[in-house]
């Protein structure tokens, strides 16, 4: 290479070096959170509305656990598909595919007029916030390099994560139409993505090789089969559909484990079982989702059905427990150093089990006051696990594969809340009467986050 040419070519990289954007930490913490909280909102905007929704669509009782569990399908089926691609391809660049296609699909949501077809429209949105939730981590890893400040981003990401739970039901119960507020999320959603588009800067993994493709398509299917065989598994483990499609699920997961094996980039490193944060971020997501966010996805709608309450009153009793859990998990990074993220979660673990066992009886007796300490409780704890959760998913693998740990926690945890909203409409309807099944539903809950707590407090 002459002279000429190399001055040619360090001209170039200089100018492409000061072309590029730089991360703006400020504008990446606040374009992620906020997609972060339109995606949940979107995820928790049928709680309220259950009852009328089912009743607008045509949805037997049997069929109402596809309502919910429609999200939490796409969430889980390609959460750590789209956490691996967003470090391969750009996580700038799933991010906003992601929250682009999360807008569309919402808006179509509030147009659908079946029972399958929304369902559909919840797969999508669930698969376009894997995108956005995945890569979000990602962003912010890489525009908060130090220790003190990705504590505080994943502290503050952490905190939409409740406020989007919060926020969700109060705007769908508060509107007189259940779909409009599906054309306000999806608004929002767009907004976001267009500002996220100017604004963010892209990172990638500095990883050589191609993307894992063939591992993210098996993986994907794989959860699609479990997650459908929970969901209909409530009408029946024997049935035949259910038994395909758990046969359907081993044998993928073995040919992900032979591809992986093979792979010279594998979308995820089988090593990573072997790190006891690993094993504790993903221990963590699971029990959350069956523990936490399986009871509470179904509690308001039971509150309707058993006590009476209007959608609106619902929604602001359900806002004690979730808002509670914003300002909590907005605070609780001022634990880091007092506390390790593993005990933080076996706490919110232990307070979730105590604050919903104070709610025994309160169906029975038909008084929603008596269920206000309860909600208080598990509020708090709820607070602490949604602050803890991302701060340890992207703590348990190497910085570079931050958006793949983040995609794995949250795998699990909607993997959890899939099977925790089944068990709950289950136990619910199977009791003698809708306060027995209530009571049945609680206790397990409280069972399965002790038994959360004591998971994630064992991994030293």
Known sequence: ????????????????????????PRATLALTSAATAVALMTYTAPMVTLPEMAADLHTAVSAQAWLLNGTPLGLAALLLVAGSLADDYGRRRIFVAGTLALGITTALGGLTSSTWLFTLTRVAQGAASAALLASSLGLLVHAFPTPRGRLHATGVWGAFVSGGIAVGPLLTGSLPDWRLGYVILGAAALIVAALSARTLSESRAPRGGRPDLLGATTFGLALVALVAALTLGRDGWLRAPVGLLLAAFVLLMGVFTLVERRSATPMIDLSLLRRPRFLAS??????????????????PALLQRALGLSALDTAWLFLLWSGLSFAVALQARRLAGRIVPRHQLALGFLLHAVGVLAMLGAIGAGSWPR?????VVAGVGSGLLNAALPLLSVESVPPERAAMGSGAQQTFRYIGSCAGVALTIALTTSGGSLAQGADIAIAVSAGLAAVGAVSVAAWK
Do not use: K, W
């Not at 200089?14 to 954007?21: C, F, K, L």
């Not at 269920?371 to 909600?375: A, E, F, H, T, V």
């Open 282 to 299: 993903s221990a963590g997501g699971l029990f959350t989702g069956l523990a936490v966010i399986g009871l509470f996805s179904f509690l």
């Open 371 to 375: 269920m206000l300490p309860g909600l």
């Open 1 to 24: 290479m002459t002279r000429l040419d190399y001055n040619a070519t360090t001209t170039r990289a200089e100018r492409n070096q000061h072309a590029a954007p730089g991360p703006r």
